[in-house]
């Protein structure tokens, strides 16, 4: 059988599509010939997002659903929506990135309540999202998770490039992460047999108007670019959902330009 990376007909649902690095995904997924469905709470942006994108690459090829990823109520629904319009759903890909009010306190700032609360929304809302998908996946006879982590995920925050700056890792962020990566292993095991892969893509730092002393500091920690641009992704996300990673299990690909190392 010839391998491809195309997508043709492949029905991917993107939670926090609406968002940064999720438009990027939904774009990297039509443009292979998929079928891109935008799942993110917000129901206005979520829309404006699909008509933008759909004028943008001029396809029928992107859907909207709202979605709320600590919900099973919410999530039946959209897997019912889904299996109703297209018969199938090959992947789903873990993107969203809820947090409170409070979110991205210094640590000594950080209470116990908003701490449990976006370890729950974050950690908890990929974990009963994969766990509604898989069980429809289960029954589908085969499926694909890919959960976005981070490279702070891998190693701990390197604290040094953020002086001088008001910017920080909050320590939610270094714990979900971390958490995800493991998840996603625990959950390749457990699926065994199931014809369920799952698999982890940690990007590093995407450049978004950081300051300048602070882009110089992570820059000197890379290799060749430096800051990744939101579209340096999709190149490994299209391979994670393509035919030619079909036997790519369990595993967590970092893309940082050597910031890791």
Do not use: W
């Amino acid at each position: 059988m010839k391998l491809s990376f195309n997508l043709t007909n492949k029905v991917v649902l993107i939670t926090g599509g609406a968002g940064l690095i999720g438009k990027e995904f939904v774009k990297a997924v039509v443009e292979n010939d998929g079928i891109a469905v935008i799942a993110d709470i917000n129901n206005e942006i979520g829309l404006k997002v699909k008509e933008d994108l759909s004028q943008e690459l001029n396809t029928n090829n992107i859907d909207f659903i709202k979605l709320d990823i600590t919900s099973k109520y919410s999530l039946s629904n959209c897997i019912e929506y889904l299996d109703k319009k297209y018969k199938r759903i090959d992947a789903l890909v873990n993107n969203a990135y809820p947090r409170n009010k409070n979110y991205g306190k210094h640590f000594f700032d950080v209470e116990y309540e908003d701490f449990q609360e976006n370890l729950g929304l974050n950690i908890g809302g990929y974990f009963v999202t994969s766990q509604q998908f898989a069980k429809y996946f289960e029954k589908q006879g085969y499926g694909n998770i890919i959960n976005i982590s981070s490279i702070y995920g891998v190693v701990a925050p390197k604290f040094e490039i953020y002086e001088g700056t008001s910017m920080t890792t909050p320590v939610e962020y270094a714990v979900i992460k971390s958490g995800l990566i493991h998840l996603t292993k625990y959950m390749t095991k457990y699926f065994k047999g199931m014809n369920i892969k799952v698999n982890t893509l940690s990007p590093g730092g995407i450049f978004d108007n950081q300051p300048e002393l602070f882009l110089e500091k992570y820059n000197g920690n890379c290799l060749n670019k430096g800051m990744l641009n939101k579209n340096d992704l999709v190149g490994t996300l299209v391979y994670l959902l393509s035919d030619m990673s079909q036997y790519v299990n369990g595993q967590n690909i970092v893309v940082d330009d050597g910031f890791t190392l």
